[in-house]
């Protein structure tokens, strides 16, 4: 009797022990197999802004898994948009964040670069001091103005803006050159008459009650370019890249389009990361960026391509070929920039 006792104790035992390993096989060979599906994903290696809007949506695509979700793994590049531009233009990355004029540029130097998907609109302003007389940008014609120089987007943007107007920036106006944070402390000492800054450091700055916007790019230019959207960063890449990897740009269109989706609904991830992308923590400064930010994305009903939107950007560098911005044989590569 005690033998069949221990005999049925041990037959529980191993009954036991049977279902536990069962078990975890069971719980096991799918993590194993998703972790070999993961491992199984290609990488793309991505240029991404160490602060902006667009290093915010290259974030969102990391938390929230936007690039596995579409069939690829980002490996982010952080770099200064400069930065990313000269890796781009060496190929020591294939794909980053581009500018139509940057992208120009480069294929004149025989940097064959593509613009892929559109992400913003953009985000930039000229401020004056609340009490400055002026009423409009043409009363800064011979006036100190502060900008970032004339490699930038915003450089090239307020150039066009002002040779539609009939002023040339560097004859009529009396430029500095700076960065950011140098732009708003020249403001602040009234060394300038206006500064040229972009978002989130203009919701910062009007704040303080101290200034006034004087002219917004992105409303200016849908009105010169006579369009509803009209983007100025885009994720780019090499020409040799984007004709080898036809899938991989549907995949990394895919995510983006997510990602300007997603983070205009998403003010808690705005604030997550607000401090390293914007410089911000004062609970007014957050409130106010995060209205006055998100509306730079793309709007969320956007897909590209679309034609009215693709028509004003090669209009904006038409243009700039005839208001003397680039060089006349700038135009055969237009049309080749843009991926279909």
Same mark, same amino acid.
């Given at each position: 009797?005690?033998?069949?006792?221990?005999?049925?104790?041990?037959?529980?035992?191993?009954?036991?022990?049977?279902?536990?390993?069962?078990?975890?096989?069971?719980?096991?060979? &799918?993590?194993?197999? /998703?972790?070999? #599906?993961?491992? %199984?994903?290609?990488?793309?290696?991505?240029?991404?802004?160490? *602060?902006?809007?667009?290093?915010?949506?290259?974030?969102?695509?990391?938390?929230?898994?936007?690039?596995?979700? @579409?069939?690829?793994?980002?490996?982010?590049?952080?770099?200064?948009?400069?930065?990313?531009?000269?890796?781009?233009?060496?190929?020591?990355?294939?794909?980053?964040?581009?500018?139509? %004029?940057? $992208?120009?540029?480069?294929?004149?130097?025989?940097?064959?670069?593509?613009?892929?998907?559109?992400?913003?609109?953009?985000?930039?302003?000229?401020?004056?001091?609340?009490? /400055?007389?002026? =009423?409009?940008? *043409?009363?800064?014609?011979?006036?100190?103005?502060?900008?970032?120089?004339?490699?930038?987007?915003?450089? @090239?943007?307020?150039?066009?803006?002002?040779?539609?107007?009939?002023? =040339?920036?560097?004859?009529?106006?009396?430029?500095?050159?700076?960065? #950011?944070?140098?732009?708003?402390?020249?403001?602040?000492?009234?060394?300038?008459?206006?500064?040229?800054?972009?978002?989130?450091?203009? /919701?910062?700055?009007?704040?303080?009650?101290?200034?006034?916007?004087?002219?917004?790019?992105? *409303?200016?230019?849908?009105?010169?370019? =006579?369009?509803?959207?009209?983007?100025?960063?885009?994720?780019?890449?090499?020409?040799?890249?984007?004709? !080898?990897?036809?899938?991989?740009?549907?995949?990394?269109?895919?995510?983006?389009?997510?990602?300007?989706?997603?983070?205009?609904? *998403? !003010?808690?991830?705005?604030?997550?990361? #607000?401090?390293?992308?914007?410089?911000?923590?004062? $609970?007014?400064?957050?409130?106010?960026?995060?209205?006055?930010?998100?509306?730079?994305?793309?709007?969320?009903?956007?897909?590209?391509?679309?034609?009215?939107?693709?028509?004003?950007?090669? /209009?904006?560098?038409?243009?700039?070929? !005839?208001?003397?911005? +680039? &060089?006349?044989?700038?135009?055969?590569?237009?049309?080749?920039? +843009?991926?279909?």
């Amino acid at each position: 009797m005690k033998r069949e006792k221990e005999g049925g104790r041990r037959q529980r035992a191993v009954g036991s022990s049977l279902i536990i390993m069962i078990l975890v096989i069971l719980a096991v060979v &799918p993590l194993l197999a /998703s972790g070999a #599906a993961a491992a %199984e994903l290609p990488t793309v290696e991505v240029g991404l802004p160490q *602060d902006g809007l667009f290093g915010l949506g290259g974030q969102y695509i990391l938390d929230k898994g936007l690039d596995r979700k @579409n069939g690829f793994v980002m490996k982010p590049r952080w770099a200064g948009v400069p930065e990313i531009q000269r890796l781009l233009g060496i190929k020591a990355i294939s794909v980053g964040l581009m500018t139509p %004029e940057a $992208a120009l540029r480069a294929n004149l130097n025989n940097i064959p670069l593509r613009l892929v998907q559109p992400y913003q609109t953009t985000h930039m302003y000229a401020l004056v001091r609340k009490d /400055s007389p002026y =009423n409009s940008v *043409d009363d800064l014609k011979g006036k100190p103005v502060a900008l970032t120089s004339e490699v930038t987007t915003l450089y @090239n943007l307020f150039d066009f803006i002002m040779r539609k107007r009939g002023l =040339n920036i560097e004859k009529d106006l009396q430029l500095k050159k700076l960065a #950011a944070p140098v732009i708003i402390a020249v403001l602040e000492k009234g060394e300038v008459e206006a500064g040229l800054i972009w978002e989130a450091h203009v /919701s910062r700055l009007l704040t303080t009650g101290k200034y006034r916007v004087l002219l917004g790019f992105r *409303d200016e230019l849908s009105r010169l370019l =006579n369009v509803k959207v009209m983007p100025v960063i885009w994720l780019g890449g090499l020409e040799p890249w984007v004709k !080898e990897n036809g899938p991989m740009v549907s995949r990394l269109r895919a995510a983006w389009t997510e990602a300007y989706r997603g983070v205009q609904q *998403d !003010e808690a991830h705005f604030r997550k990361y #607000a401090k390293q992308f914007f410089g911000l923590e004062k $609970a007014e400064d957050l409130s106010l960026s995060w209205q006055r930010t998100k509306i730079f994305l793309l709007p969320a009903d956007f897909t590209w391509p679309d034609q009215p939107t693709l028509k004003a950007q090669k /209009s904006f560098l038409r243009e700039g070929i !005839e208001l003397g911005m +680039f &060089p006349k044989e700038a135009d055969k590569f237009i049309d080749p920039m +843009f991926v279909p």
